[in-house]
């Protein structure tokens, strides 16, 4: 079984050393990753600057781009193969709720999901790294899990979003299935001024949660569970399709002859 790890924090980040540490007695595990932090990036990929490869002294393989740049260019080319499951994180602070779209720990999973392959973003619920090997440990034990589901070859590929309690093995709770909640509107844009009198702008902190009902990531995880939500990837809003169809119907009859 083969595992390639990524992430958004940089390949230097704690989480994923200790993803790496925690996945590597499980599979052959490669790590091809930013070299700087890029997160929020979601699943930008640079399309109009080279990219370069190098390695660490540790064998892990870093990028200067994008965590879903690192993804692609992995499974097209630069590892050779194609492993049997992609693993982004683990990362500093949650991915719940509206964090899913921004975020390049998700946008990571997303790609190797995009290449048909099953796909799971870890992120700890606070920032800080406290607890990391326990979330390690985690981990391990939801991989460990569905290793067995992916040694006969290819299968319908899945995403999984997980987010684990910044806690002590013994005092989470486990896993718990749950939706994406929803986060009230981002924070107003900080404004400064540099040294040479320009105004500069810094984008606010992430709202805090607006829909946090049971049933939900953030009440899930508030109760100190891991978070389990299978996304994907599908934007339409279907229920709304019929509710837009007769506005085409009437544009396109305009300026047609009676």
């Not at 992430?7 to 700087?36: F, R, T």
């Not at 002294?57 to 492993?83: E, K, M, Q, S, W």
């Not at 606010?204 to 946090?212: F, H, L, N, Q």
Request: aromatic fraction near 8%; include cysteine.
């Amino acid at each position: 079984m083969k595992i390639l790890i990524s992430n958004d924090d940089g390949y230097q980040a704690p989480g994923i050393v200790a993803l790496y540490e925690a996945l590597k007695g499980l599979a052959e595990v490669e790590v091809v990753a930013p070299e700087h932090n890029n997160s929020a990036k979601s699943n930008a990929l640079s399309l109009h600057s080279p990219l370069y490869v190098h390695t660490a002294h540790n064998g892990f393989r870093y990028v200067n781009g994008t965590p879903a740049d690192c993804v692609h260019i992995a499974l097209t080319g630069l590892l050779g193969y194609r492993p049997d499951l992609v693993v982004s994180g683990i990362n500093n602070g949650a991915n719940m709720g509206d964090d899913t779209i921004y975020s390049g720990t998700v946008g990571a999973a997303m790609e190797g999901y995009l290449f048909g392959i099953p796909a799971i973003a870890f992120s700890q619920t606070e920032k800080g790294w406290a607890h990391l090997e326990d979330a390690g440990a985690m981990a391990a034990r939801l991989v460990t899990q569905l290793l067995p589901s992916l040694e006969n070859g290819p299968v319908d590929p899945w995403l999984l979003n997980v987010n684990i309690p910044n806690q002590p093995l013994d005092q989470m709770r486990g896993f718990k299935v749950a939706r994406l909640g929803r986060r009230h509107a981002a924070e107003q844009v900080i404004s400064q001024t540099n040294p040479r009198g320009d105004t500069m702008y810094w984008i606010g902190s992430a709202g805090k949660a607006k829909d946090d009902a049971e049933g939900t990531d953030f009440h899930a995880s508030l109760q100190g569970y891991a978070t389990i939500t299978p996304l994907k990837v599908d934007l339409t809003d279907h229920d709304r399709l019929a509710y837009w169809a007769p506005t085409a119907a009437q544009l396109s009859n305009e300026g047609k002859a009676p």
